[in-house]
């Protein structure tokens, strides 16, 4: 039998080598939608008990898979190729220099040195194109460091908002499409309080900085600033939410959500009329806020305006105009008469009161679909969220450009952030609450399970950062608040 030469095997080898590289790129440049039919006529003929939509997901998840451990692969060949180049340049520099050769010491030192460089290229290569695959391994870690702790069920329609009073006693606020606004026992899960005073959709609540009184915002074109009194039940034992067995992602069918007249919210206190009625707009009023100190309110409509209210006599004080489509929602700085109000537009925009002679305002241009939210953080900066997937974080002082992107595979709703640890919670359109360092790392995702997690579209988050029990919540379009308890020194250890 004929033996081969070395450099018959060497070029064979090449030959192989350049085929299968060849053949890999060809394959990535494929059409998504070729692959996707191929794969799922192999899984036709195939016995599968599980429903169709799961096993278009989990196909779509694998291609995504396929996808980025190609680009790997191609990406690593190009690295090798670098790295022999470079090899094969220093062994002819070490020829060369001072006409003799480079000791071996000497250039297996410089090799090293060049060799390293490209590896630890590889290296971030590697994290930046798996981190998408990565990250999805985090959930079981993060059951342990997110427990669901209470369910605040009640309402008859979805929650659109959720709220933290900020003096004592410490409640929680519901504002939804059953037009009433909800306030609940964070402990017991109890309904205190109804307010019954609008005749659309509440669509926001927002409690005063000092007082036991709310600020709501409705779909019949009002806001109303009602007062409430509340007497806290005695906490009882309660069953481990978090001892539950099922897989995630599970579909509901509407049988699975809450029923709105099983707790018995109908029979606690109820508020029918407010204080004052702020009635200056000629749209849905879907946001409201308090301003610092409390004095004075601002609303946000889709009539495309903001008004700003004097809240003891009820007048308008300033209308806020320039954004070209309906707002979505509006914030106010915690320390300084600042406003922030987003819009369909796709920008938001900051408005300064600070001095009273000049009211001046800066437009933020950053995404390509409605900005769902814009919050203020400790500091100069602001948080966005939007339709188009995507959350910026900002720099007041620099407005030009984001200083941190976050990309997400779902419309994000109204964000909130952490002020004491700098963390980001996105509520999404796909039932997932994800949380987010201000840097754009990604922390954890909130469990969501056949027993726990929302069912439906989440419409906000919450924090309430010195409450021992639940520093987190979530409302939903499932007709149900969630209570979570983060274990935020665990989650920033495992980041």
Same mark, same amino acid.
């Given at each position: ?26 394959? #990535? ?16 003929g195939q016995d599968s008990k599980l429903p169709s939509a799961v096993r278009n997901t989990l196909l779509e998840l694998f291609g995504q898979i396929e996808r980025e451990f190609e680009n790997l692969y191609i990406e690593n060949l190009e ?23 480079? /000791? ?11 060799? /390293? ?7 971030? #290569?590697?994290?930046? $194109? ?21 369910? *605040? ?9 959720? $709220? ?11 504002? /939804? ?9 964070? @402990? ?91 009635? $200056? ?27 700003? *209210?004097?809240?003891? #006599? ?42 009273? /002679?000049?009211?001046?305002? %800066?437009? =933020? ?10 919050? =203020? ?17 900002? +720099? ?32 999404? +359109? ?34 309430? @950062?010195?409450?021992?029990?639940? %520093?987190?919540?979530?409302?939903? =379009? ?18």
């Open positions: 039998m004929p033996i081969e030469s070395g450099s018959c095997a060497s070029a064979r080898q090449a030959k192989q080598k350049r085929k299968s590289h060849s053949l890999s790129i060809r394959r #990535t440049n494929s059409s998504e939608q070729e692959r996707a039919g191929l794969q799922r006529d192999m899984l036709e690295l090798r190729r670098e790295i022999d180049t470079l090899n094969e340049r220093l062994a002819g520099e070490g020829q060369t220099i001072d006409g003799a050769e480079l /000791s071996k010491g000497q250039l297996k030192t410089k090799a090293s040195h060049s060799t /390293s460089q490209l590896s630890q290229k590889l290296k971030t #290569t590697y994290k930046a $194109s798996t981190s998408k695959i990565v990250s999805s391994f985090k959930t079981t870690t993060s059951r342990a460091i997110c427990q669901l702790v209470k369910e *605040y069920v009640g309402h008859r329609d979805g929650i659109w908002d959720v $709220s933290v009073a900020k003096t004592q006693p410490v409640v929680l606020g519901t504002a /939804s499409a059953d037009h009433t606004a909800l306030l609940w026992s964070i @402990e017991t899960g109890k309904c205190l309080v109804k307010y019954v005073g609008h005749v659309g959709s509440v669509n926001s609540i927002k409690f005063h900085p000092t007082e036991q009184v709310a600020l709501t915002a409705s779909g019949d074109q009002t806001a109303h600033i009602w007062r409430y009194i509340v007497q806290l039940p005695t906490p009882q034992p309660t069953a481990d939410c978090n001892q539950v067995s099922g897989e995630d992602d599970v579909d509901h069918s509407d049988k699975d959500e809450p029923d709105g007249d099983g707790d018995g919210s109908s029979d606690c206190p109820t508020v029918r009329a407010p204080l004052t009625s702020l009635k $200056s707009h000629q749209g849905v009023v879907i946001a409201a806020d308090w301003l610092v100190g409390g004095k004075q309110a601002v609303t946000a409509s889709w009539d495309r305006t903001a008004n700003l *209210y004097d809240v003891e #006599t009820s007048e308008l004080v300033h209308s806020l105009t320039g954004h070209d489509q309906e707002l979505t929602h509006c914030c106010t700085h915690p320390t300084q008469r600042l406003v922030v109000t987003s819009s369909r537009d796709t920008t938001f925009r900051l408005w300064d009161f600070r001095d009273p /002679s000049i009211h001046s305002v %800066n437009v =933020f241009q950053g995404h390509t679909d409605t900005v769902t939210s814009a919050v =203020f953080t400790v500091g100069d900066n602001v948080v966005s969220g939007s339709d188009d997937r995507t959350v910026k974080v900002w +720099d007041l002082k620099n407005m030009r450009s984001p200083i941190a992107t976050i990309r997400t595979d779902s419309a994000v709703n109204r964000i909130s952030v952490c002020v004491g640890q700098r963390i980001i919670a996105l509520p999404h +359109d796909n039932r997932q609450v994800r949380l987010f360092d201000m840097s754009g790392v990604r922390l954890a995702r909130l469990p969501r399970s056949n027993r726990q997690g929302h069912r439906r579209m989440v419409c906000c988050s919450a924090w309430c @950062e010195d409450h021992p029990i639940c %520093n987190l919540f979530t409302c939903g =379009f499932d007709r149900q608040a969630i209570g979570w308890n983060i274990n935020i020194p665990a989650l920033l250890q495992e980041k």
